[in-house]
């Protein structure tokens, strides 16, 4: 989730941290036998590899296996790998909290890459495209057409403050992008600003909603600079970020990263984040 991925403003403790991770489940991905990793690092737990994310639907979710567009990559490489999954879903605020802390060697669930991120967990290279959109009946790419009208957001977005500004009291914050998505279609707000990789999801049943693109504008600053995910992993462990990204690379280069888009409605352009 995710100046920020969705970065939701709760103060979240270790130890509360701790406390979640202990009653959630785990899974298990990876081959056993003769099974040869493609690289080498270490990990929290011999042969395993513990990963924490919200639950945030396309990018992460989990029920008895790994899914969504981060769910899949990171399957793929525990398998490449010949590591055993433990999976723990937390709230959004808790988790680079926990990777931070040593309690988890990644964290998914499509976090931006921030400086003051960077300060405190390693940052994967950029792996997939995820830039603002407007989603409604027939938007327009442009804010500005939307001067006076009602302007649904999820908290903790990069673009919240430039949208409060230009917006006012006509800015609308949720807590999630249901609830936003749920205000749009009831018509309580004329417009959304959503990260596409939501926005693609929400509407990929039948629906008179549709999004496009927003034109670069200083008003959003984010839309001159579109948005990118990368995995958050444990400080120092150089290792498993470079083998995450020699992963990521390989998935790119092969084709797979477009194809896990697409399964989740995503446009495959994504998958190079500077095109995306």
């Known amino acids: 989730m995710k100046p920020t991925v969705r970065t939701v403003a709760v103060s979240v403790v270790l130890s509360a941290a701790a406390a979640l991770l202990s009653a ?133 977005y990069n673009w919240v403050d430039d949208l409060v500004k230009f917006a006012g009291d006509n800015a609308k914050l949720y807590q999630s992008p249901d609830a936003v998505y749920q205000d749009l279609v009831s018509g309580r707000i004329d417009v959304a600003l959503m990260a596409v990789n939501e926005a693609a999801y929400r509407l990929k049943s039948g629906s008179e909603l549709s999004y496009v693109k927003a034109v670069p504008t200083p008003i959003i600053k984010a839309t001159q600079n579109a948005a990118v995910t990368s995995f958050p992993t444990t400080k120092g462990n150089d290792e498993l970020t470079a083998a995450l990204n020699n992963h990521i690379s390989k998935l790119r280069d092969s084709g797979k990263l477009a194809e896990i888009l697409k399964e989740f409605n995503i446009d495959a352009s994504a998958a190079t984040p500077a095109k995306g």
Do not use: H
């Open 24 to 156: 959630c489940g785990s899974g298990a991905s990876g081959a056993a036998g003769n099974c040869t990793p493609e690289s080498q690092f270490k990990t929290m737990r011999d042969k395993t590899l513990t990963i924490v994310g919200p639950d945030y639907p396309p990018l992460f979710m989990y029920q008895s296996n790994l899914d969504g567009v981060d769910g899949k990559i990171i399957e793929s490489f525990a398998s490449a790998n010949c590591l055993t999954t433990d999976v723990r879903v937390l709230p959004a605020a808790g988790v680079i909290e926990s990777v931070k802390g040593g309690q988890a060697d990644l964290g998914a669930g499509g976090w931006y890459p921030t400086a003051e991120r960077a300060k405190v967990v390693n940052l994967t290279d950029p792996i997939y495209g995820d830039p603002v959109v407007l989603v409604g009946k027939n938007p327009s790419t442009k804010i500005e057409d939307y001067a006076g009208k009602k302007i649904g957001t999820t908290q903790g």
